[in-house]
């Protein structure tokens, strides 16, 4: 029990469509990250929201948006899929005082 | 060039084996570091961090190599359970910053 929820678990889209992931934790993570790892690759930083803000974003284009709410749950957005966003999306929180980062079981996200 | 090198493998070793693994950073100023373990379609989750001074926790150690930018993972007396991909990650800012840079893991194999 990672205290890191993430819905749905899989999820099939088609190309061009949108989709909306969520992660919720404990409160008290203030801190929320989403990853990308595609298939035999290492995870690859989307963004960072720290109390409802974006504080650091990767290389990755607009259509990848994030939310924080005041309860600290968290969305990623993806809009106009494409095939190459097929991948395990990870979140990952970050206590107050932990260096230890810790992720929720992820979305495998398919887009055919 | 990556910003974080390790090679993918896979290492194949009998039970009861020691073995390395290694990893290059390319930006000289990163901050903090640590090694994840990552089941098949799991989530990463953190194995232990990596100081300069070296760290042990069990049959695993770590070491940092600052002036070489260099993070190494020693594995003694394999189980069959260690079995997994360990991923290389960099912090490239102190605190909890959450952007998280990931290798693109070195899979082990322990067989019997």
């Known amino acids: 029990e990672t205290g890191v929820t993430q819905s749905p678990t899989h999820l099939i889209k088609t190309r061009g469509q949108q989709v909306t992931l969520r992660c919720s934790s404990q409160s008290g993570h203030n801190t929320v990250s989403w990853y990308q790892q595609a298939l035999g690759q290492g995870p690859q930083f989307i963004f960072q929201?720290?109390?409802?803000?974006?504080?650091g974003r990767g290389n990755f284009p607009p259509r990848f948006s994030g939310l924080q709410f005041p309860n600290y749950s968290s969305e990623l957005n993806v809009n106009a899929l494409e095939l190459d966003d097929s991948a395990l999306y990870l979140c990952?929180?970050?206590?107050?005082?932990?260096?230890?980062?810790?992720f929720g079981s992820g979305t495998r996200l398919t887009v055919v | 060039r990556k910003e974080v090198e390790q090679d993918p493998g896979p290492f194949n070793v009998p039970e009861g084996a020691t073995v390395a693994f290694n990893c290059t950073y390319s930006n000289s100023a990163s901050q903090s570091f640590f090694w994840y373990r990552q089941d098949c379609r799991k989530e990463p989750k953190l194995l232990m961090s990596?100081?300069?001074s070296g760290n042990e926790d069990g049959r695993f150690t770590a070491q940092l190599n600052r002036a070489s930018q260099y993070i190494s993972l020693l594995i003694r007396d394999s189980k069959l359970s260690d079995s997994a991909t360990y991923l290389c990650?960099?912090?490239?800012?102190?605190?909890?910053?959450?952007?998280?840079?990931f290798g693109q893991g070195t899979t082990l194999q322990v067989k019997p």
């Open positions: 990650v960099v912090n490239p800012l102190s605190g909890n910053t959450g952007k998280l840079i």
């Open positions: 929201y720290y109390r409802e803000e974006e504080n």
């Open positions: 990596v100081y300069s």
């Open positions: 990952a929180v970050v206590g107050q005082g932990n260096y230890g980062y810790t």
